[in-house]
Each structure stands twice: as C-alpha cells, then as structure tokens.
C-alpha cells in the first residue's frame, strides 16, 4: 500500500483545515470594495503618467507561472480570470478594465506600461496601485502572466519554427543579435532594459522598416506569431518550466526508526522541484551504505520548494518542504522509516475537534481527527472483510448521519465502510498526529431536540466540542467539562472539553434546535423574535483557544460546513468531489493563507518549528489541489 507522500506530510502536523471560502469571499471582497471605495464622493485622483524611469528593471526574465496566482488574486476580480475584461467587479469600475485576451488590446502597450499601471494604478479609471501587495518581483511576474493571455503555446510553437527559418541566423537562436549572418549591431531581444520596453507594435513597425521583404508571404498571424515567440526572449510564458539549475545542494539521512528493521542502504530517493505548487523539476538518487544522499547543482530561487521522499515496503515517507536560496545555498534534511504492522495497538486520536452546526431541520457536522502511533512500526491495516483492501483508522459516526464527506478522499476509493464503520485505507506512520481525518456530515431530526452519540474507537488525548450557539439552544454534555461561550468571526460558539480517556460513546443532548421549515435567526441581523444582533460580538467567558484550534474551527466553518453539506441537502444531492470552480477557489484561499501564515512568522507570532510544519501543511494541501486541477485538465483534453 503506498502512503501518497502529500498525504503524509499532510497527516505529520496538527495544524487543520484552515479558512478557505471564508478567505476567498472576503478576498474578493477586499478586492471589489477597491473600486467602492474610489467611487465614493470626493475629488477624484489620479496616478502619474507613465515614466519610463519609474520602472524598475527585473533581476532575470519575469516568470508567468508564478505571476499565475498573483494575477488570479490582484487582477483577476476586474480583468477576468481568463483576461477577458468581465471579473466580478468589472461592472462597478467607471470603464471597461483591459482584456489581456485581446491581442489588439494589449499590441501597442509595452510590458514596462503595465508594469507601471500595475504598480501606481490608475485611480481615474478606480484602479489601486498594487505596489501596497506586491513587490516590484511580483509585479513583473503578474504581469508576465497577463501578458500570456492573448496567446498561446501553439502559436508560439509556431512562431519559432518561422523564426528559425527566417531570422535566426541574423539575429541569433537566442535571440542576441549575434548570428552568423549578423551584420553591424542588432538589437538583442535578450536585452531586458530594451525588450521590455517596446511592444509588438514597435517591433512590427521596426521589422517593416529595416527588411519589409522578409515574411511578406506571410500572413498577420503568422507575423504575430513570430513576435509573440521574439517576446518570449524576454519571459517566461506559464507552459515553459522556470526551473533552471544552479549552485544548491540538498544532503541528508535516512534512518530506520524500527528495531530490526530492514537496512536503508540501496534504496532509491527522490527529490522533486515545485514553483508555483507545479512541479518543475524531479531527480532520482541511491541511498549510500549509511543511509546518507546529496542532489546537487539545484536552483538556489527560494520560490522553488524541494521535498524528498523514499519509498521503504511500498510506503513512501517525505521530507518537510524545504527551500533553498542564494544566501543559503545548502539544506539538510533527516527522514525516517519504519517496519510494518498490522497491529493496531498502537493507535490513539491526539487530537479531536467535534464542530457542530444546523440549519433548521439538520445538524451539519464536522470532524477533524488527528492520529497517531505509538509503535514503532507503520499501521499498514488489517482486512475487515474478506474482498475488500486492508483499512487503517475506523470512525463510528453518530445514527443518522448521510451527506457524508472527506477533506481528502470519497467513500468507495480512499475510505471505506463496513457496515457501521468508515475505514481510512493509508498507513499511519510512528509518532503522534502522523495522520489526518476531516469529515463532515448531516443529521436530519425532527422536532427542536436531538441526542447526539459518537463513539471514539481509540483512546482520546484531547477532544474539543463546539456548538454554533443560537437563541434557546442548550446543550448537554455530562462528560465532558463545560468550556463557556467563544466568539469565532463573529459567530458564538459553545464550547466544551474532555481528556485523556479510554474508548467510549460521548452523549450530546441538544434541545432548543432550529425547528424545520423555521428561519435561522443569525441570517437576520437584529432579529425582531431573538432581540439578537446577530453582528454584534460575543462576550467569551472562558479563556481564549489556542491559536491552531481557532483557524482550524474557522476553516471548518469557513470552508462550507453549511455550504458543502448542508445546501447539499435542500438539494437532494451532494457531489463528494470538488469542482473545478471550487478547486480554483480553494487553490487561491490556500495562497492566501500560505501568504498570511508567512507574515505571522515575521512578527514572532509563530515559532519556527510551528511555522515549518503549517506551512509544510498548506503546501501540501496546495500541491493536492494542484494536481487534482491537472488531473481534470488532462480528462477534458482526452475529452
């Protein structure tokens, strides 16, 4: 059985889910409330006019495909996804955005003119200056990928070929101006100080003037072909790899954390290249006598994340994410492997979070598990049934429970039930909080009561109940300890505790429940039947959770506890896999997230280890996403 090596990574840590369609709605927000906040009555301003001494020149050629997010997050509410001027906020602006998609749009401006209208805005058309959000790195790689929309690989797969044939050998393969049939000095396209400031109009100009006579067979597209591929001198379009190799090295061990177990010597390592949560790069290597290995000659940009992993008796274990850089050209890495077992001794929850919510006539539900393994040896399963495949962690969900859901797996492939057990198939690795379960489910009632059980099948270090509270909701939990009232984004939450206990059903006794077909008073702010502000904030009279706890309760409700099951419901159906659209909008949340995690490291609020792990996490969960996003793309091609 192999351990997908994300998931793994994914299941080492305790950070959770985080605030994924919560981010992305207020993301947009943040970038539709731009132009509202121009429109407003007062005397409008206006940016500078283009300079051309204002803009600051790129190290290396700008990179489209890490532009790609930037873009998705900072243009993209206007401009379009696509580039085609009709982003969500479009309509609020006093004049169409530009369609990057347009190549007539976009053919007399030059990648320095955006590059400046990015930076300093142009607040009379109500567009911010984005240099508050990005740097001037950024900038030319949103901008990169902007400029990529009006074309296409194939166009400039054919450009080249034209290039080739017809003025290489003057202005050279590279595009320096130093061919062999060179004569005098020719401009290089190369030239990032020259090429980023012309636009295809000027170079079509210029080609007219020096030698009309070449490619006068041609047609338009043919021509704009060719000048989109002369473009490329000086970027990177998002389906060309940015990976390029240089002086990082990335050493390391493998230790077997078993006794007895077998010898790592021989076996094979990988170490795989990521930008923009692409893979660009993958390179293979042999274990030494004492477990030792050493990839060298590695880009050193520090936006190319490196994960090792080696596979041991069909398990794959990874590295954390690791980064190199110009300053710190070099990384050490340790992993460990493990003999296997089919004894589940060893297994215990660390963690537990129980989240409860309703909607009139329904609890929606959601569970995130934290595994982990006392043993030293890798849980591999056991068969529960005699045609079926080894299953690892079981989960016992309450009666009644339908609409059911994983963060990371369907029912059917990933996870499995037998008869009222949901099983996890993936391995769970020695140590504590090695695997990962998040479910979400629904629990139909009648009435406004409802006794809630769920057995735990493991002993619990630390389970953690909350209750979105509502007008005459009570709860009781006689076993476990009464935690008071906590505000999370301005929802209160009942909150309630137990630790350290054996297997055993907990009981939950709701009463007060929104009745169905009733209306849920916190979607009315200053509801005349609760006399409850609903936007008001929420005294806590206990102390604060902790941090980790808190973001992940947020992305649990955040990320559509009431959205993914609970309009599933009104529905009639529920699909177990994300869409493409979600998958984009979780795509971007997780950017997000990655970005605002990064700041809190900054200002000392995250230690370095906690840091290294929930960004491990979140990379993790970003590469998944990636893949999937891919996965669809190559079906619909096949298509």
């Known amino acids: 059985m192999h351990l997908n090596r994300f998931s793994q990574l994914r299941a080492r840590v305790l950070f959770t889910l985080i605030v994924l369609l919560l981010l992305s709605v207020a993301a947009a927000a943040l970038f539709g409330s731009a132009a509202a906040v121009l429109a407003q009555d007062q005397p409008p301003r206006e940016s500078p006019p283009y300079d051309p001494a204002r803009v600051t020149l790129p190290a290396a050629p700008p990179l489209a495909l890490l532009g790609s997010a930037l873009y998705q997050q900072n243009c993209a509410p206007c401009h379009g996804a696509e580039g085609l001027g009709n982003g969500p906020t479009a309509k609020d602006l006093s004049g169409p955005p530009t369609a990057f998609a347009d190549a007539v749009a976009v053919r007399d401006l030059s990648p320095a003119q955006l590059f400046h209208t990015t930076k300093f805005g142009r607040l009379e058309k109500m567009m911010p200056p984005w240099s508050n959000r990005m740097d001037d790195a950024e900038i030319w790689n949103a901008v990169a990928f902007a400029w990529s929309l009006h074309t296409k690989e194939s166009e400039v797969v054919a450009g080249k070929a034209l290039y080739d044939a017809s003025c290489a050998n003057c202005h050279g393969v590279d595009g320096k101006g130093d061919g062999p049939d060179a004569e005098g000095q020719l401009v290089d396209f190369t030239d990032l100080s020259y090429a980023l400031f012309s636009s295809q109009s ?125 300053i710190t050209p070099t990384v050490q890495a340790t992993m460990a492997i493990f003999g296997t077992t089919d004894d589940p001794a060893g297994l215990r929850i660390n963690r537990s979070h129980w989240i409860v919510d309703q909607q009139p006539g329904a609890l929606i539900v959601g569970e995130i598990y934290t595994f982990g393994n006392d043993g030293d040896r890798t849980y591999t399963g056991k068969l529960v049934e005699t045609d079926g495949a080894p299953v690892t962690v079981g989960l016992r969900l309450p009666p009644g429970a339908e609409e059911i859901s994983f963060d990371n797996g369907e029912l059917g492939d990933r996870f499995r039930q037998v008869g009222d057990i949901i099983y996890d198939t993936m391995p769970v690795v020695p140590g504590e909080g090695t695997r990962q379960v998040i479910v979400r489910y629904a629990v139909p009632y009648q009435g406004t009561s409802l006794d809630l059980q769920q057995e735990f099948l493991y002993p619990v270090d630390q389970l953690t109940l909350l209750v979105a509270d509502v007008p005459q909701l009570k709860v009781e939990a006689p076993a476990m300890e009464d935690g008071g009232l906590q505000d999370m984004q301005g929802q209160g939450f009942q909150l309630w505790r137990k630790n350290a206990f054996e297997p055993q059903t907990i009981a939950v006794k709701l009463q007060g429940l929104l009745e169905s077909g009733s209306l849920d008073p916190r979607a009315v702010a200053g509801d005349a039947a609760s006399g409850i502000d609903s936007t008001a904030p929420l005294a806590s009279t206990s102390a604060p959770l902790e941090p980790w706890v808190a973001w992940a309760m947020a992305g649990l409700v955040g990320a559509g506890l009431l959205a993914a099951v609970g309009l599933a419901l009104q529905r009639g159906s529920v699909s177990s896999s994300y869409s493409r659209q979600d998958l984009g909008q979780l795509r971007e949340s997780l950017i997000e997230q ?12 995250l230690t370095q280890s906690d840091w290294m792990h929930q960004r491990s996490y979140l990379k993790a969960q970003l590469v998944d996403v990636m893949q999937r996003l891919e996965k669809g793309a190559a079906r619909n091609r096949r298509a």
């Open 202 to 326: 000027d170079w079509s100009k210029g080609w007219q003037a020096a030698h009309p006579e070449i490619g006068q067979e041609w047609t338009v597209d043919e021509q704009a072909n060719t000048l989109e591929y002369v473009r490329t001198f000086s970027y990177r379009p998002p389906w060309e790899s940015p990976y390029v190799a240089g002086a990082g090295v990335i050493s390391g061990t493998v230790v077997q954390g078993t006794a007895g177990g077998g010898a790592v010597a021989g076996l094979p390592v990988a170490m795989e290249a990521f930008i923009g949560f692409d893979q660009v790069a993958a390179f293979t290597s042999t274990l030494a006598a004492d477990g030792s290995f050493e990839f060298r000659e590695l880009a050193t940009d520090p936006n190319i994340a490196y994960l090792a992993s080696v596979v041991s008796d069909g398990i794959s274990y990874s590295s954390d994410f690791m980064a190199l850089s110009p």
């Open 594 to 605: 990655i970005a605002h995690l990064d700041d809190l490291h900054a200002v000392g609020e």
